[in-house]
């Protein structure tokens, strides 16, 4: 699995690139402002994808919506879920196990795995980090627990 992370700040990838510390190639930084990404997923956040590809919030499992449009996006849209919630003396609150559990950490494993299970570890996939709001770079926790999570699934 190739995984491409982009943004169109340096300072952002900068970043990302010294957390993520890839040892081989299955991760590529790359600032868009300078060059496209042809890949065949693209992983982003719902707030940006449900309008235009279809589907709803669904806080078990990462969503896999077909591109129709034509638009110039991977013929694949990635949604990764949110961490699990449960109703507590009326307030919805996130579930007792996943409280210590970073959402990044959460939304980026769990859509690796779905990625995998059906795409297989052939495919190349895009984390825009802008259509995931993780395009900060001065938050050092998202990237943290990205590089986690990509290490957790990476030795499954």
Known sequence: MKIYVTSRQSS????????????SAVIEFVDESRRTVQADVLVMSGVWAFDRYGGRPDREKAQILPNLRGDGLPSWIVVPPFRPVVESNGEIIVRED???VSPAYHA??????AIRDKFGCSV??????????????????????????????MRE
Do not use: C, K
């Open 12 to 23: 952002t990838l900068d970043l990302w690139a010294s957390l993520l510390r890839s040892d």
């Open 124 to 153: 190349e996939l895009v984390l825009g980090l802008p259509l995931l709001g993780m395009d900060n770079p001065l938050d050092e926790s998202t990237p943290a627990s990205v590089a986690q999570a990509i290490q957790v699934f």
């Open 98 to 100: 996943f409280e210590q």
């Open 108 to 113: 980026v494993l769990q859509s690796l795995r």
